[in-house]
């Protein structure tokens, strides 16, 4: 069965220092691969989104993802985190014979300190 | 556009009522998904529709639950009888397509049920 997993449900990082999220990801093919943002109070945003070509994915907010298969991971990047990014993090795998199956991972909560 | 709407953004209602959410999706779009929140079970698809036709609705939890979508701009998540365990943020979700298209997420309804 298709799954998803994020290692980390807590990350505090400072305000300029650089981000990683990890997202693993279980699925028998390539599927379609998503992060988005949930700030607090709202719905989900979509920061980027990958299925195939280059594996380095650009996002909205200066965010990036790299696909690696042999790792079966889409991490999420960022070079200097502001104030703002403090949110939920999710990562989602669509799957399934129509892609109609997005299952989402639980989530890392990043803080951001000054 | 507006993006999704959502109606009520809060809704606290006591035990055995009745109680509807409401979906405007994004005009254009094909699918609506509804979508349940906690945090022990993270984000939960319940239902989906394409052109206003559900097509899953497996992740329904009981047929207290109930979905309509009576035209492209309108959607409903009914539940009847309320239960203190249904107690969640909603989210509906509309989308282009399947696959990589993503989903553009509401901001979703805070149902608490005493």
């Known amino acids: 069965a298709q799954s998803v997993t994020q290692p980390d449900i807590h990350i505090t990082v400072s305000e300029g220092a650089s981000l990683e999220l990890r997202c693993n990801y279980s699925y028998g093919a390539t599927p379609y691969l998503f992060w988005y943002v949930q700030s607090p109070g709202q719905g989900l945003q979509l920061l980027l989104k990958?299925?195939?070509?280059?594996?380095l994915v650009q996002g909205i907010k200066g965010f990036e993802a790299e696909f690696k298969r042999s790792q079966s991971s889409f991490n999420l990047r960022k070079p200097s985190v502001h104030w703002s990014d403090a949110a939920e993090y999710f990562c989602a795998v669509g799957a399934g014979t129509s892609y109609d199956k997005v299952i989402f991972g639980p989530g890392t909560s990043l803080s951001v300190i000054p | 556009d507006a993006g999704v709407i959502q109606s009520p953004r809060h809704e606290v209602t006591e035990m055995g009522q009745e109680v509807t959410l409401r979906c405007k999706p994004i005009s254009g779009h094909d699918y609506l998904f509804w979508y349940r929140q906690t945090m022990m079970r993270g984000l939960e698809l319940l239902i989906y529709f394409n052109n206003n036709v559900p097509i899953d609705d497996s992740g329904m939890p009981e047929d207290r639950f109930s979905a309509k979508m009576p035209n492209a701009s309108f959607s409903t998540l009914k539940i009847q009888p309320s239960e203190p365990r249904d107690s969640a943020v909603y989210f509906c979700?509309?989308?282009?397509?399947?696959?990589?298209?993503?989903?553009?997420f509401g901001s979703g309804t805070r149902l608490t049920v005493v």
């Open positions: 979700a509309s989308s282009l397509g399947l696959g990589g298209y993503g989903y553009t």
């Open positions: 990958y299925f195939s070509g280059d594996t």
